[in-house]
């Protein structure tokens, strides 16, 4: 990518890129990855590419042009300073913030030096400590789907419960009867 961003042709087929990458996403996440060795950022981007989550190191002059005329474009300017990692999710809105707090918590000492800048979700801006807490906390497509499902059984769960509940009544009543015919006689 650098030596593609070396000639003004090439800095704006990058930007185009950034662009389209910016409008297509459900959310992106914001990283400053400065301190972490070759290895956590490899191991990060594996962790990045298993959940189908894009991720860039990108000039921060170049995500500025890139988002020039969006809505949020210059209140992302004072994120955009330093070390610049862009996690573009494009299905699951919650996947980068996930795996992002999963790797801090589970690199230790390597997974510190990870610091989220900021967040987008549906054009609005979120900081560090909301991407984390609540973006990396929401549920994901596949849970959402479970959820759905559950919401769509559990009517007919109750409607076959209704149309047992006469029948089982009767038994019931035919076991009580029973027991107080046997202790008769």
């Not at 020039?68 to 573009?88: F, N, P, R």
Request: aromatic share 6%; glycine share 8%; proline share 2%.
């Amino acid at each position: 990518m650098a030596a593609a961003t070396s000639t003004k042709a090439g800095k704006t087929t990058v930007i185009g890129e950034v662009k389209g990458k910016f409008d297509r996403a459900t959310s992106v996440v914001l990283l400053d990855y400065k301190g972490m060795t070759v290895a956590s950022a490899t191991k990060l981007r594996a962790n990045f590419r298993k959940a189908g989550v894009e991720y860039k190191v990108v000039k921060n002059t170049l995500v500025k042009h890139a988002l020039k005329g969006s809505a949020y474009g210059s209140k992302l300017d004072t994120q955009l300073t330093g070390m610049t990692g862009v996690a573009w999710s494009y299905e699951d809105p919650s996947a980068a913030a996930k795996i992002v707090k999963a790797f801090r918590k589970d690199e230790g000492e390597a997974g510190q030096k990870l610091q989220v800048k900021a967040g987008l979700l549906d054009g609005s801006i979120l900081d560090g400590k909301a991407v984390e807490d609540q973006l990396a906390t929401m549920p994901g497509k596949d849970e959402l789907r479970a959820m759905l499902l559950a919401t769509l059984q559990a009517p007919l769960t109750q409607f076959v419960q209704l149309l047992q509940a006469p029948t089982q009544n009767l038994v019931y009543l035919l076991a009580a009867r029973e027991q107080e015919l046997e202790k008769q006689g």
